[in-house]
């Protein structure tokens, strides 16, 4: 039984694909299965997987037809046999001792789920990362979670953040739900109701690369439509388990409001009519009852959703906001530009 099953899902990255293969194949632990899942890709990237399977016996190829993300990591379970599972992005790369040194920390601590750190090209949030990492630190060993810890494990829900063990993924039934967008947000929660034991690698493992041409790119923005029906996957799956109380109902509503409003932000004009649509349809009593709370929000969260509810000056003042945040957005962006050509 090999110590690691890797799964890598494909999709239009021939640019990126090799790069992230020899990654991976070039561990400092040779105890590995690499379970690359072509899904559908129209490039080169069936060809170069096979490649490189006909290379090293390690790695086994499944091709299908487009099912999108969450499809192609579940078609690869069936294959797991490794005593861990990481899940690695075929536009991302790791460094060489992540499984060996990810392995170490899971087998001293016994833990479910072992966590590392990451970084972004062109050191994108990177701010923001760190302060993860500072946090992630501080939340490790704990035996009571408060609201904030539960908000931080569930903001960083990232499959590939993680070592998973296995057993606890596979017996849990913790996969991605096909169709739906923002996977990995439905599986954090399905994750953090198991109470899994956790540790921490403390160093950057992996390299997150900013694909311009990845779903969370597209000019469509499809995945964001996708999010309150995600929020009412997860919330059902809470009351299913009976864990829709106190601390991870308030977690819940504080990651929904919060979440509903950054994906309207991000959204082109020509989506906006129809996300809120499907939004106003999300805002029920409990939500209303969170949102009346000082000092849970800021005052833009707040005014989106009065907006939302027919009041004409915060509309108003919504859209002055919007047009705000796209300026600042944009001259950051010629700011960045401007540097890097200095």
Not at 124 to 143: A, S
């Amino acid at each position: 039984m090999p110590k690691v099953s890797v799964i890598i899902p494909v999709y239009n990255v021939e640019k990126y694909l090799p790069a992230c293969l020899g990654s991976v194949v070039n561990q400092t632990l040779k105890d590995i299965e690499i379970i690359c899942v072509d899904d559908g890709s129209p490039d080169r990237c069936p060809q170069i997987l096979d490649e490189y399977a006909a290379q090293d016996n390690r790695i086994t190829v499944i091709h299908q037809h487009n099912t999108g993300i969450a499809g192609a990591r579940n078609a690869a379970y069936p294959f797991i046999k490794g005593e861990y599972t990481l899940f690695v992005d075929s536009d991302d790369t790791i460094e060489p001792d992540l499984c060996e040194k990810a392995v170490a920390v899971a087998d001293a601590e016994q833990a479910d789920t072992t966590y590392f750190f990451f970084d972004r090209g062109e050191n994108r949030n990177q701010t923001k990362i760190h302060c993860w990492c500072c946090q992630m630190e501080n939340l490790i060993g704990k035996q009571n979670l408060t609201e904030n810890d539960y908000t931080i494990l569930v903001r960083y829900g990232m499959l590939w953040l993680r070592l998973w063990r296995s057993r606890f993924l596979l017996d849990n039934d913790i996969q991605c739900p096909v169709g739906q967008y923002s996977e990995d947000t439905v599986m954090s929660w399905q994750t953090v109701i198991h109470n899994p034991k956790m540790a921490l690698l403390p160093e950057i493992m992996y390299h997150n690369r900013i694909n311009l041409l990845s779903i969370m790119n597209e000019p469509s923005k499809k995945y964001l439509l996708g999010l309150p029906a995600t929020y009412d996957l997860i919330k059902e799956t809470l009351l299913k388990t009976g864990n829709y109380h106190s601390t991870l109902k308030n977690v819940f509503l504080e990651r929904k409001l919060s979440s509903l409003h950054w994906a309207y932000t991000q959204l082109p004009a020509y989506r906006r009519a129809e996300y809120l649509r499907r939004v106003k349809d999300q805002i029920g009593q409990d939500e209303q009852e969170y949102l009346s709370q000082k000092n849970k929000f800021k005052r833009s969260v707040k005014v989106f959703y009065y907006a939302l509810r027919g009041s004409r000056f915060a509309a108003a003042e919504n859209t002055v906001r919007l047009v705000l945040r796209k300026v600042e957005t944009s001259f950051r962006k010629f700011r960045d530009q401007w540097k890097r050509a200095g």
